[in-house]
């Protein structure tokens, strides 16, 4: 069983950036490509990014690609989510997500194990 924690979110201004962390651990974390969701208030939770341990690939939610970035350090099991030029449409609980085998990157279904949450203001 893998477990995620998140940390990183806050209050910033429109325009700053923050920087997320999610570190996994138990089981075998290696074996698990990790992805980041947020979720709005009184909306569905969206696909953000992830990213794959062995090599890095990346996946990222197409109006976010160059906005945000995500990496990881294998070292310290940690992905991590660089938000920049934040807007206070970004505004929302910051998931991570391990990822099952098979499924798209991309959908919410795909993701076996789930952090808490951080959340993320934006002020206008």
């Known amino acids: 069983q893998v477990q995620l924690v998140e940390s990183g979110g806050g209050l910033v201004q429109a325009g700053g950036s923050l920087r997320l962390s999610c570190v996994a651990s138990?089981?075998?974390?290696?074996?698990?490509?990790v992805g980041w969701f947020r979720q709005a208030p009184g909306k569905e939770r969206e696909f953000v990014a992830a990213?794959?341990?062995?090599?890095?690939?990346?996946y990222y939610a197409d109006s976010l690609k160059g906005l945000f970035t995500i990496s990881r350090d294998n070292a310290k099991n940690t992905v991590y989510l660089q938000m920049n030029s934040l807007k206070p449409e970004d505004t929302a609980v910051y998931y991570c997500?391990?990822?099952?085998?098979?499924?798209?990157?991309?959908?919410?279904?795909?993701?076996?194990?789930w952090g808490q949450g951080t959340q993320v203001t934006v002020s206008s």
């Open positions: 990213i794959t341990w062995r090599n890095g690939y990346t």
């Open positions: 997500a391990a990822k099952s085998y098979g499924g798209s990157y991309y959908l919410r279904g795909s993701y076996a194990y």
């Open positions: 138990g089981g075998p974390v290696s074996s698990y490509p």
